[in-house]
């Protein structure tokens, strides 16, 4: 049995507590939220920190409401969403404005791991999850055995021994999606606020995977007016709950008419961040969805995907899915 190493627990009741221990503490302290992913990784001492820092007693960190930014119209549509960070998956999934302004994100909210897990998980930290491996994912001894890889007590990449980058996988689902709809992330330490777009905070290495500090909360989600988006997600896996993607396919899609005004495509869990697919966004937008259209997008996405050896599946079939997945989640605007 793996058992969780000693640490200090603290649960302070405002941000501003929460940033001084931040920065009081310096890197050996880390915020937990839901604990669905830091406590598994501190059982396998990828993680260790002597304090953690919980935002279950703050206030105002969890819900979907209305931005109170803009002006009129129907809450969420005409004046984008505000999400804490601290919302569960659960709630999310359960929430009306959400699925209706962005059913892509509630798409992909609803695919990630078990309901059990979704009831503790947060989407914050959903965001900023750890990245996958699976010469990382493993127990200490397993790890060990293999005299530990560059991500955690090594110095190799056992996917790719030339490699000068960890090559872990960005695991979220909830990543590209927020990346295909423009997203921002408020950051919030002793320090003061700053706001990032969501494609902003991620980056193609598997240890520095955030352009975030370790000081920094995640404090808040704002998701831009839905009007004339729509959204879908599609997800690769080998079972149907539980499993982390190993392909997440986000479309955004802006329609004036039946013309594609604006296109957005990202792919997730093929790369150590959401990968942008420019070309095919470019190959969608000015003309009405077309099943030719579709099929150019579909091939643009495929060589974009380079995935490697490091999750479940082959690399050549997780590729190909790229191509149908996102043919299948552009047709399904057609079927609609
Ligand atoms: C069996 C299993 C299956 C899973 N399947 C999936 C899946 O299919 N798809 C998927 O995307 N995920 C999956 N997960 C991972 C995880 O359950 C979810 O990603 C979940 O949303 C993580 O949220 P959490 O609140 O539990 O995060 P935590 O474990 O509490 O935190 C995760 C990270 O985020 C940081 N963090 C959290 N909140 C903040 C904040 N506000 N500010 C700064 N840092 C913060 C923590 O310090 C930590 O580094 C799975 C996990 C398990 C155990």
Redesign the pocket.
């Known amino acids: 049995m793996m058992r969780l190493p000693e640490f200090r627990y603290l649960a302070p009741k405002s941000l501003r507590e929460a940033a001084a221990i931040l920065t009081g503490e310096g890197p050996t302290a ?12 501190m059982k396998r001492r990828h ?1 260790t920190p002597a304090t953690l820092v919980s ?1 279950r007693h703050v206030a105002r ?1 969890a819900g979907v409401r209305a931005l109170r930014l803009a002006t009129g119209g129907d809450g969420g549509a005409a004046r984008g969403l505000f999400i804490g ?2 919302t569960t ?1 659960t709630a999310m999934e359960e929430n009306a404005l959400l699925r209706r302004a962005w059913p892509g994100l509630h798409e992909a909210v609803r ?4 309901p059990i ?2 009831n ?11 990245t996958r491996c699976n010469y990382y994912n493993q127990s200490y001894e397993w790890r060990r055995a293999i005299n530990f890889c560059m991500k955690c007590d090594g110095s190799v990449c056992w996917v790719a021994p030339g490699s000068d980058i960890c090559l872990a996988v960005s ?4 990543a590209p999606m927020l990346c295909a709809i423009g997203a921002r992330l408020r950051l919030v330490s002793s320090q003061g606020e700053r706001t990032v777009e969501a494609r902003e905070l991620f980056q193609k290495d598997g240890i520095r995977y955030l352009a ?1 500090r370790p000081d ?4 808040g989600i704002e998701l831009p007016p839905s009007h004339g988006w729509r959204t879908a997600y599609r997800k690769l ?1 080998r079972r149907e709950a ?4 190993v392909l997440g396919v986000a479309v955004a899609l802006r329609f004036e008419g039946d013309v594609v005004a604006e296109a957005r495509l990202w792919l997730g869990a093929v790369a150590s961040a959401p990968i942008a697919v420019p070309e095919a966004e470019a190959a969608l937008a000015g003309a009405p969805l077309t099943e030719e259209r579709i099929d150019t997008a579909s091939r643009l996405a495929f060589p974009k995907a380079k995935p490697v050896d490091n999750t479940d599946f082959g690399v050549r079939w997780r590729k190909e899915m790229a191509r149908l997945l996102t043919r299948d989640a552009l047709r399904s605007f057609r079927a609609a």
């Open positions: 880390m915020i937990v939220a839901g604990g669905t992913d830091l406590y598994p990784n993680q935002l960190l960070p601290n998956l695919t990630i791991s078990t897990l979704r503790m998980g947060t989407i914050g930290g959903n965001i900023l999850l750890d695991s979220s689902d909830s975030k920094e909360i995640l404090s896996r539980f499993d982390f993607p």
